[in-house]
T-cell receptor, first 113, second 112 residues
């Protein structure tokens, strides 16, 4: 089955710096890669996603890149702000729309003012 | 549009007991997935139901089971509770054809 590895497990940056979180997946059939943000005590919420036919996607300060050959994808957050502090999860879905999401173990991002 | 609703929000149970958790998906969503969240282990997939049928299953023991009703509401049951079952249980719904999953607030289960 699919396995998703996520690094680092914790990340601390200064406000205004960039943050990068990396994930690798094992199943080459995976075709959908979302990123979720979970603030303390709250539910995970989708912040950006990418499909296997796209190499990069941006949404304001957030971007995701996908390398299908290497089977890894990354989340990039630029100009970090204290409200970006949260746990971020990457995930991969195989088997098209019928597959389930397999998550990485999460990255705790701390942005220091 | 109401979001995904999970009940109860908190539960305390004793080892050996059983527990049932409930998840009401967003209206029109036919798929409900369940996840166990523990510190350091992230979100571990339990199972997914679609149109009252289990469509996918994770690597959890048979003590964990679920079902889905005709109105797409889903329940998860854990029998013979163990201390290690203490966790936040999250459900997520989606339409079935789309890819984005929407999470509920979760049920915090504590086994003592």
């Amino acid at each position: 089955g699919e396995n998703v590895e996520q690094h680092p497990s914790t990340l601390s940056v200064q406000e205004g710096d960039s943050a990068v979180i990396k994930c690798t997946y094992s199943d080459s059939a995976s075709n959908y890669f979302p990123w979720y943000k979970q603030e303390l005590g709250k539910r995970p919420q989708l912040i950006i996603d990418i499909r296997s036919n796209v190499g990069e996607k941006k949404d304001q300060r957030i971007a995701v890149t996908l390398n299908k050959t290497a089977k890894h994808f990354s989340l990039h957050i630029t100009e970090t702000q204290p409200e970006d502090s949260a746990v971020y999860f990457c995930a991969a879905r195989t088997r098209g729309s019928q597959g389930n999401l397999i998550f990485g173990k999460g990255t705790k991002l701390s942005v220091k003012p | 549009k109401a979001g995904v609703t999970q009940t109860p929000r908190y539960l305390i149970k004793t080892r050996g007991q059983q527990v049932t958790l409930s998840c009401s998906p967003i209206s029109g969503h036919r798929s409900v997935s369940w996840y166990q969240q523990t510190p350091g282990q992230g979100l571990q997939f339990l199972f997914e139901y679609f149109s009252e049928t289990q469509r996918n299953k994770g690597n959890f023991p048979g003590r964990f089971s679920g079902r889905q009703f005709s109105n797409s509401r889903s329940e998860m049951n854990v029998s013979t509770l163990e201390l290690g079952d203490s966790a936040l249980y999250l459900c997520a719904s989606r339409t079935g054809e789309s890819t984005e999953a929407f999470f509920g607030q979760g049920t915090r289960l504590t086994v003592v």
